[in-house]
C-alpha cells in the first residue's frame, strides 16, 4: 500500500534495523518505546504510522484521535489489541508479522512439552529442597504417541517440524486451510483429533470464535486423556473447565 511519507510513532523496543530501514524509506522516527495510553492520546495526531506491540490497547476511542493515521504495524502475531474492524473503516491498514517468532515459538513449545513429560520443574523444585522422587518423576516418552496440532500457520507448522525425528504421528486441524499435508504433519479433521490425540497443542489467534475454544464440552469429546500445550493467548481456553479436567485426569 503506497503511503505519504511522513512521521512514523514506534512505542515499543525494536531492532536498529527496523528504525534504520524506515529511515532509508524516508520516514521520520519517534522512538519512544516506554508512551503509555497518555502520551500516545497526546500524540498520535501527529502520524501517518503507528507500530506497537500489545501493551496498548488502540480502540476506537484513540483511533479517532488519528487524524493522519495510515496504518498500524503490530510486532508480532496477535491483533487482538487493536480494534482492526474500526481501524479498515476509517481507512487505516493493520499489519502484523506472525512469521517472526515461528521458530523461537516452536523450540519453545517442544521444550514446554519435553519439561512436562519428564516432570523436569517439578524435580527440579524438589531436588533443590534436597528431596529424591525417582519413580514419582519418572517421564514419558513421546515417541509412539500422537500429537493433535489446532492451528496450522506459522506456529503450527513450526512445532510439527520440530517434532519431525521423535518418532510421533503428527495431526493437524485448521479450519481456514486445506492440502497442507507434507512430511511433517498430516491434515486431518476434528472427529480424528478427539479420537487419536494423546497430546494436544493450541496455535490459534484470539477471535471471538476461538474465545474458550477449549472447555469443558470441547475436552470430553477426547477419548483418552490427554496432554495440553497452550501457546496461544490464554483466553482460548476455558480455564475453570480445564481446572475441572486436570482434577479428573482427563487432562
Given amino acids: 500500500m503506497p503511503v505519504e511519507r511522513g512521521n512514523i510513532l514506534i512505542c515499543a523496543e525494536v531492532h536498529e534495523c527496523l528504525i534504520n530501514g524506515l529511515q532509508q524509506c524516508g520516514f521520520n522516527i519517534d522512538y519512544f518505546p516506554d508512551y503509555d495510553r497518555n502520551d500516545l492520546e497526546g500524540s498520535i495526531h501527529n502520524y501517518a504510522g503507528l507500530i506497537t506491540r500489545s501493551k496498548l490497547k488502540i480502540d476506537k476511542a484513540l483511533l479517532n484521535k488519528a487524524a493522519k493515521l495510515k496504518f498500524i ?10 480494534d482492526v474492524e474500526y481501524a479498515a473503516q476509517i481507512g487505516i491498514a493493520c499489519l502484523n508479522s506472525p512469521e517472526g517468532n515461528r521458530d523461537s515459538l516452536g523450540e519453545h513449545t517442544l521444550g514446554m512439552l519435553l ?5 523436569m520443574n517439578r524435580a527440579d523444585a524438589e531436588v533443590r529442597k534436597g528431596i529424591w522422587k525417582r519413580e514419582a518423576n519418572r517421564g514419558m516418552e513421546i515417541q ?3 500429537i493433535g496440532i489446532i492451528g496450522y500457520g506459522n506456529m503450527g507448522s513450526a512445532f510439527a517440524e520440530r517434532l519431525s525425528g521423535f518418532g510421533v504421528k503428527v495431526h493437524a486441524y485448521d479450519k481456514y486451510k486445506v492440502d497442507y499435508s507434507d512430511q511433517f504433519v498430516m491434515e486431518t479433521d476434528m472427529s480424528t483429533i478427539f479420537k487419536e490425540t494423546d497430546i494436544l497443542s493450541l496455535h490459534v489467534p484470539l477471535t471471538e470464535e476461538t474465545r474458550y475454544l477449549v472447555n469443558q464440552q470441547y475436552l470430553q469429546q477426547f477419548s483418552k486423556s490427554i496432554i495440553l500445550i497452550n501457546t496461544s493467548r490464554g483466553p482460548v481456553v476455558n480455564t475453570a473447565d480445564l481446572v475441572q479436567n486436570m482434577k479428573s485426569g482427563k487432562v
Fill in 73 to 82: 504495524g503490530r510486532l508480532g502475531s496477535g491483533m487482538e489489541s487493536i
Fill in 144 to 146: 509412539g504417541k500422537t
Fill in 115 to 119: 519439561s512436562l513429560v519428564n516432570n
